[in-house]
């Protein structure tokens, strides 16, 4: 799944080609807090005008796909949790980002 566009439901999910997808290594805090509302403005930003490219691995959680994706080539799962604003979701990624938190 690849688009141009997108848009940022909040840190661990976005919405692209109108699929919903959950990031697969982000534990992200809830929207109606503080840390939540600022995790959602640094994905807004850090995402505005790249191409994003999604790899679904199959599952679903609720109404969104499981996936890993990347911005222009970055992993996001790795540069939202490297930035501070999100944790590794050991759940989806075995811990794949565990080291990035800080």
Same mark, same amino acid.
């Given at each position: 799944m690849y688009a141009a566009g997108l848009k940022v439901r909040d840190a661990d999910t976005i919405v692209v080609e109108g699929k919903p997808v959950r990031l697969q290594g982000v534990d992200a805090p809830e929207?109606?807090?503080r840390s939540g509302k600022d995790s959602r403005r640094w994905m807004v930003n850090?995402? =505005? &005008?790249?191409?994003?490219? @999604?790899?679904?691995?199959?599952e679903r959680s609720?109404?969104?796909?499981?996936?890993?994706?990347?911005a222009?080539?970055?992993?996001?799962d790795a540069a939202v949790i490297? =930035? &501070?604003?999100?944790?590794? @979701?050991?759940?989806y990624s075995g811990g794949k980002y565990r080291q990035l938190e800080t």
């Amino acid at each position: 799944m690849y688009a141009a566009g997108l848009k940022v439901r909040d840190a661990d999910t976005i919405v692209v080609e109108g699929k919903p997808v959950r990031l697969q290594g982000v534990d992200a805090p809830e929207l109606n807090t503080r840390s939540g509302k600022d995790s959602r403005r640094w994905m807004v930003n850090y995402q =505005a &005008g790249k191409s994003v490219e @999604c790899q679904l691995t199959g599952e679903r959680s609720y109404d969104r796909w499981i996936g890993v994706c990347y911005a222009e080539g970055a992993d996001i799962d790795a540069a939202v949790i490297s =930035a &501070g604003h999100v944790l590794d @979701c050991r759940r989806y990624s075995g811990g794949k980002y565990r080291q990035l938190e800080t």
